[in-house]
């Protein structure tokens, strides 16, 4: 999630409407719709949708079957703005078994998301797996969760949601999906459409509700590792919220899906008072 100071705040946009996160515009360039929408500010995107658009540029950045996406490294620059946006991909580090490609997302003519992603190549190693992070189950039978009622935005209200046993402030269990594609016209695979929901992890658990009079946390940045790739429509996110006495604090996640963990998130937070 993203936040921005009073200075800079602007009229709300309109946002288009749709079945979908984004509408593509030719040239890498997208539009966002309403399902994008922020929770800290109505004229801004979240970080969320805008990871999973990121995702996507990467995946179809001149793929390789041998290679897959196994870490994610994105840094958020500034405001996402809603509305139109343009991603530029590139390669960084091309190798035989390794790759480091780049997608860099700019809105209003200024960086707002820069997003790395590691390749590696695969091969069958089941003689030797092992996941010590224990399975959570499966989104099956849980109660449908109130407690993101508390942001708003079109982003968040896109969700359906279901809340683990013993959740509290500061740490807990959550499963998401949503409806929606990520880009129109493009079916959207697991990889997209579950990164494309990992930073909602910041506000699944928050420690102090947000609102005036409170505090705001912010990430400015998102590190998602992947120790295999994700499968199914449900995000499972078991997650813990840290802040520190010095103004920063840290949001981290064990990924899952369906079959269950696949991966680690981490946030690193400002926390302020509003």
């Known amino acids: 999630m993203t936040a921005q100071s009073g200075t800079e705040a602007r009229a709300t946009p309109e946002l288009a409407m749709g079945d979908f996160f984004y509408e593509p515009l030719g040239d890498g360039r997208f539009r966002s719709t309403v399902h994008a929408q922020g929770a800290w500010n109505p004229h801004e995107q979240h970080m969320a949708p805008a990871t999973g658009l990121l995702t996507h540029a990467l995946e179809s950045f001149q793929p390789r079957e041998d290679l897959r996406l196994a870490r994610l490294s994105l840094d958020i620059h500034g405001i996402i703005h809603a509305g139109e946006v343009e991603v530029t991909t590139r390669m960084i580090r091309p190798g035989r078994t390794i790759e480091l490609v780049e997608a860099e997302m700019t809105a209003q003519g200024r960086t707002a998301v820069v997003a790395r992603g590691w390749r590696l190549q695969t091969a069958d190693t089941t003689a030797v797996a092992a996941v010590e992070d224990a399975s ?139």
Request: hydrophobic fraction near 35%.
């Open 136 to 274: 959570i189950g499966t989104p099956d039978g849980l109660p449908g969760g109130d407690g993101m009622s508390v942001w708003p935005g079109g982003y968040i209200r896109s969700l359906e949601i279901r809340v683990g046993e013993e959740h509290r402030p500061g740490r807990g269990i959550t499963w998401l999906r949503n409806p929606y594609e990520m880009v129109a016209g493009h079916a959207t695979g697991s990889l997209v459409r579950l990164l494309g929901m990992v930073d909602t992890a910041n506000g699944v658990a928050p420690r102090v509700s947000p609102g005036p009079d409170s505090w705001m946390f912010p990430n400015v940045d998102l590190q998602i590792h992947l120790h295999r790739a994700p499968v199914g429509e449900w995000l499972g996110m078991q997650t813990c919220q840290t802040f520190g006495e010095d103004g920063i604090g840290l949001t981290s996640s064990v990924l899952h899906d369906i079959a269950g963990p696949f991966g680690r998130a981490e946030q690193i937070l400002t926390v302020r008072p509003l």
